[in-house]
């Protein structure tokens, strides 16, 4: 058995469904058994849910994109790892990520470099999407990885469209494929 962990906050709630679409594509991949840990809006989680972070194979980080980088409370669960990082309990361990903005680019990418920095410094694997990006006059929204992430899953949600409406279903079939490859690459490290 394979434990991936899915730690992420959301805002609005369209974090909450790239969330659930990483979590489908990893369940996915026999033998795989995935846990979701939602940061509350004081950027909480319980003592149990870092401990059974701590006991997983693969860590997959998740926040929207706020002001160019992930929002406070991912960053105050990030500065709570600290005491597993000076154990290295989540050495070796795979680690990947997503995140959404309003805007096209939104500044994206500085919150998936947010999560690698964090994976490196608990001395982690990092996987990217393994995706090849949608980039001809054809592709649109509807299309896997429309918005070209490599380092991590990247969702549009426009700042008018409510959590039923966005990310689309490009981005979350991205999510999927990204939650799918770390279960994957998981268990062939275990």
Do not use: C
């Amino acid at each position: 058995m394979t434990t991936i962990a899915i730690v992420y906050f959301s805002g609005y709630g369209h974090t909450v469904k790239q969330a659930e679409a990483v979590q489908e594509g990893a369940a996915g991949v026999s033998g795989a058994e995935v846990q979701v840990f939602r940061i509350d809006q004081n950027g909480d989680l319980s003592e149990d849910a870092l401990a059974a972070i701590g006991k997983a194979d693969a860590i997959i980080y998740g926040s929207p994109t706020y002001m160019g980088g992930p929002a406070w409370q991912f960053k105050k669960f990030a500065d709570k790892s600290s005491a597993a990082w000076f154990g290295q309990g989540w050495k070796n361990k795979v680690a990947a990520g997503f995140t959404n903005s309003a805007s096209v680019n939104g500044d994206k990418f500085s919150t998936i470099q947010y999560f690698w920095t964090l994976a490196m410094q608990h001395s982690q694997i990092w996987v990217g999407t393994g995706v090849m990006p949608s980039n001809k006059k054809e592709h649109g929204p509807s299309d896997v990885n429309w918005t070209a992430g490599f380092g991590g899953a990247l969702a549009i949600s426009p700042s008018d469209a409510s959590a039923e409406e966005a990310p689309r279903s490009g981005d979350l079939e991205t999510a999927r494929l990204l939650g799918k490859r770390v279960a994957e690459l998981a268990a062939r490290l275990a």
